[in-house]
């Protein structure tokens, strides 16, 4: 079985899955993540198939256009042996982020729990798994938004069952 140390690390392309996407894609900023230092979004076709919602699609269409996300494909023999063999036990989407991920030495942003977590942590290691928290903290490092605006977003998350267990982005910056 394959573990985190098996490859060598590609520090800063984050492959990213559909639900952070969905994250983004929710509070109608999902153009930061392309401006986020040093780290390169990546998107494989079947996290693009998985957003199914017209206005969505659109918007990634648009952030993929604009060069803040790029595709990616799974198709080398050795990540598509890896994505078989997930497929068994994950969904697509977060089975090519986790194959591409691993043979290629990246990282993959997801908000997976589970099953889908578990192998993430497996293959990768826990720090190469980024969470839409860490992403909207790393957003406000760059000072790309404020601790407000992303207390802000996470109300919206809120309203809309994305819960982060913390009261403000003040107390998960300053960490």
């Known amino acids: 079985?394959?573990?985190?140390?098996?490859?060598?690390?590609?520090?800063?392309?984050?492959?990213?899955?559909?639900?952070?996407?969905?994250?983004?894609?929710?509070?109608?900023?999902?153009?930061?993540?392309?401006?986020?230092?040093?780290?390169?979004?990546?998107?494989?076709?079947?996290?693009?198939?998985?957003?199914?919602?017209?206005a969505q699609a659109?918007?990634?269409?648009?952030?993929?256009?604009?060069?803040?996300?790029?595709?990616?494909?799974a198709s080398d023999v050795e990540i598509s042996a890896l994505y078989s063999s997930l497929l068994k036990r994950i969904e697509s989407g977060e089975a090519a982020c986790i194959a591409i991920a691993c043979v290629r030495g990246q990282s993959v942003a997801t908000?997976?729990?589970?099953?889908?977590?578990?192998?993430?942590?497996?293959?990768?290691?826990?720090?190469?798994?980024?969470?839409?928290?860490?992403l909207i903290k790393r957003c406000i490092q760059a000072e790309l938004i404020s601790v407000s605006e992303a207390d802000e977003f996470k109300a919206t998350r809120a309203r809309n069952r994305y819960v982060m267990k913390f009261a403000s982005f003040a107390d998960l910056a300053a960490a």
């Open 58 to 73: 659109a918007a990634l269409a648009a952030a993929l256009e604009a060069g803040e996300l790029h595709p990616c494909e």
């Open 111 to 134: 908000d997976e729990k589970g099953n889908a977590e578990r192998i993430a942590h497996e293959l990768l290691g826990r720090h190469r798994l980024l969470r839409t928290e860490e």
């Open 1 to 54: 079985m394959m573990t985190a140390k098996t490859f060598r690390l590609s520090p800063g392309v984050v492959v990213t899955d559909t639900n952070v996407l969905i994250n983004f894609l929710r509070i109608e900023q999902l153009g930061l993540l392309g401006r986020v230092p040093e780290l390169r979004f990546e998107v494989p076709q079947q996290v693009m198939d998985e957003v199914t919602w017209e």
